[in-house]
């Protein structure tokens, strides 16, 4: 655990966003090796398969991953405030709550399944492997909120590197698993999503068996599984709009799989390893606002708010030089990296214009992610929601339609960043007005 409410601002903020940028890494680079072995051993519709999939599966977690988002808010701050009771129960009462909704959502998304895809307008080329791996992936959906949502307390409670063996367990062996899966049994696409949950389900085996034997905050046993509803109810208070937050997104993520495939299936395919790379050179500037937010938490309920507003600045100032950096690398490799999934000169082009058109507004990007850290660790997520809602429904939704209809594919990318520039002044203003700093819930 790391007591996040004294010393240097931003070497604080840095060294506690170090290892969850590597684990990170390590996380989205999985999912990259997935679509690598997919795109180069199954082929490209197997590729677009796994992409039309995966809004699925974040539009049937988002609600879930933004009530624990406030639940780890609450547990920052108890945490901060010294309320070591309240940071158990909390615990507890998280653990309970994601285990009946994974089962909910799970067999929710399996009985749906073809009405959902069918909805999305998936062309029944790649129709039947999108059902396939989506089905079995939601089959081990109570590990993913398992594995996640301990690495999310962790970082709340200001361990940030217990999590980063956590993630360099799972990558290792996704890897291995996808190997032998794929190449080795011919489990085809199936076998990618086994993959992925055959290697959360033995990093959080190794969590519960590390964190029982060290830990005396966390601890996985049916004596410390208490569900509290005040508790509960706080947490919903602060992560209910968040839940509304990531399902809007989610489903603005499907949306813009709906609007991309009404191109061929090269488009989906190209989107898919595109979004891929964007995810993982996106880590910095996420994971820097991820510190921040559990700095917040616990600042603000230790009552110290000048510490909060220095260890913003420092956060923007970092994620900015890392988010040039990264933009840089991004436009100059772009053509190389989207080659490591396909040898498809027609996926590549799409998929090239995609990353430089986007990492050209990664500062952009980042300076919101920063602000929403910042909102997110004190407690403050309902303005957040309005905002999001504008600029995915009102700005980048809307103008994707109009711009691919009027000058094809790279329409939808632009108006991507579109969305995040209105999305970047309506929260930098609401953070000006300072409304956000009564917020917290330690002691409430």
Same mark, same amino acid.
């Given at each position: 655990?790391?007591?996040?409410?004294?010393?240097?601002?931003?070497?604080?903020?840095?060294?506690?966003?170090?290892?969850?940028?590597?684990?990170?890494?390590?996380?989205?680079?999985?999912?990259?090796?997935? /679509?690598?072995?997919?795109?180069?051993?199954?082929?490209?519709? @197997?590729?677009?398969?796994?992409?039309? !999939?995966?809004?699925?599966?974040?539009? #049937?977690?988002?609600?879930?991953?933004?009530?624990?988002?406030?639940?780890? =808010?609450?547990?920052?701050?108890?945490?901060?405030?010294? /309320?070591?009771?309240? =940071?158990?129960?909390?615990?507890?009462?998280?653990?309970?709550?994601?285990?009946?909704?994974?089962?909910?959502?799970?067999? +929710?998304?399996?009985?749906?399944? &073809?009405?959902?895809?069918?909805?999305?307008?998936?062309?029944?080329?790649?129709?039947?492997? @999108?059902?396939?791996?989506?089905?079995?992936? #939601?089959?081990?959906?109570?590990?993913?909120?398992?594995?996640?949502?301990?690495?999310?307390?962790?970082?709340?409670?200001?361990?940030?590197?217990?999590?980063?063996?956590?993630?360099?367990?799972?990558?290792?062996?996704?890897?291995?698993?996808?190997?032998?899966?794929?190449?080795?049994?011919?489990?085809?696409?199936?076998?990618?999503?086994?993959?992925?949950?055959? +290697?959360?389900?033995? %990093?959080?085996? /190794?969590?519960?068996?590390?964190?029982?034997?060290?830990?005396?905050?966390?601890?996985?046993?049916?004596?410390?599984?208490?569900?509290?509803?005040?508790?509960?109810?706080? !947490? =919903?208070?602060?992560?209910?709009?968040?839940?509304?937050?990531?399902?809007?997104?989610?489903?603005?993520?499907? +949306?813009?799989?709906?609007?991309?495939?009404?191109?061929?299936?090269?488009?989906?395919?190209?989107?898919?390893?595109?979004?891929?790379?964007?995810?993982?050179?996106?880590?910095?500037?996420?994971? #820097?606002?991820?510190?921040?937010?559990?700095?917040?938490?616990?600042?603000?309920?230790?009552?110290?708010?000048?510490?909060?507003?220095?260890?913003?600045?420092?956060?923007?100032?970092? !994620?900015?030089?890392?988010?040039?950096?990264?933009?840089?690398?991004?436009?100059?490799?772009?053509?190389?990296?989207?080659?490591?999934?396909?040898?498809?000169?027609?996926?590549?082009?799409?998929?090239?214009?995609?990353?430089?058109?986007?990492? !050209?507004?990664?500062?952009?990007?980042?300076?919101?992610?920063?602000? &929403?850290?910042?909102?997110?660790?004190?407690?403050?997520?309902?303005?957040?929601?309005?905002?999001?809602?504008?600029?995915?429904?009102?700005?980048?939704?809307?103008?994707?339609?109009?711009?691919? %209809?009027?000058?094809? =594919?790279?329409?939808?990318?632009?108006?991507?960043?579109?969305?995040?520039?209105?999305?970047?002044?309506?929260?930098?203003?609401?953070?000006?007005?300072?409304?956000?700093?009564?917020?917290?819930? %330690?002691?409430?």
């Amino acid at each position: 655990m790391r007591d996040l409410t004294y010393g240097p601002e931003g070497r604080l903020i840095f060294r506690f966003a170090i290892p969850l940028i590597i684990g990170n890494i390590f996380q989205q680079l999985y999912n990259v090796v997935d /679509s690598i072995i997919v795109g180069k051993i199954l082929g490209e519709q @197997a590729l677009a398969a796994v992409g039309a !999939s995966f809004p699925v599966i974040y539009t #049937l977690i988002a609600f879930v991953i933004g009530i624990g988002s406030g639940a780890t =808010v609450v547990i920052s701050q108890y945490f901060g405030a010294r /309320s070591y009771e309240e =940071v158990k129960r909390a615990i507890g009462t998280f653990y309970i709550f994601i285990f009946f909704a994974s089962i909910v959502l799970s067999a +929710a998304g399996i009985i749906f399944s &073809h009405e959902i895809f069918t909805l999305l307008k998936i062309g029944s080329d790649i129709m039947p492997e @999108a059902i396939s791996y989506f089905s079995v992936y #939601l089959l081990g959906l109570f590990i993913y909120f398992g594995f996640y949502s301990t690495a999310s307390i962790l970082r709340g409670l200001g361990d940030s590197k217990t999590p980063l063996i956590f993630f360099t367990i799972s990558t290792l062996a996704n890897i291995g698993f996808d190997l032998l899966f794929i190449i080795v049994f011919e489990w085809g696409i199936e076998g990618a999503a086994l993959a992925t949950i055959a +290697a959360q389900g033995g %990093a959080f085996m /190794s969590a519960i068996l590390i964190l029982n034997r060290r830990q005396h905050l966390i601890h996985f046993s049916r004596k410390s599984m208490v569900f509290d509803w005040e508790i509960f109810k706080k !947490s =919903v208070r602060i992560g209910l709009p968040t839940g509304f937050q990531q399902v809007f997104i989610a489903l603005g993520m499907m +949306a813009l799989i709906r609007i991309i495939n009404n191109f061929d299936t090269t488009v989906l395919a190209a989107y898919t390893a595109a979004s891929r790379i964007d995810a993982l050179t996106s880590m910095p500037a996420t994971n #820097l606002a991820s510190a921040l937010a559990a700095f917040v938490g616990q600042n603000l309920g230790a009552g110290q708010l000048k510490r909060i507003r220095k260890g913003v600045r420092a956060t923007l100032f970092m !994620s900015w030089g890392l988010s040039l950096g990264v933009m840089l690398i991004v436009i100059l490799a772009g053509e190389g990296l989207m080659s490591l999934f396909t040898d498809n000169k027609e996926v590549i082009k799409y998929g090239k214009d995609y990353l430089v058109i986007i990492s !050209s507004f990664y500062p952009v990007f980042a300076t919101m992610f920063t602000m &929403h850290g910042t909102l997110r660790g004190a407690g403050d997520t309902l303005i957040p929601m309005f905002i999001t809602m504008i600029s995915l429904w009102i700005v980048r939704i809307p103008l994707a339609a109009y711009l691919s %209809a009027q000058i094809g =594919v790279v329409g939808i990318w632009w108006a991507i960043p579109c969305g995040w520039s209105i999305g970047l002044i309506g929260t930098i203003s609401y953070y000006l007005s300072g409304k956000w700093k009564n917020k917290g819930v %330690a002691g409430k």
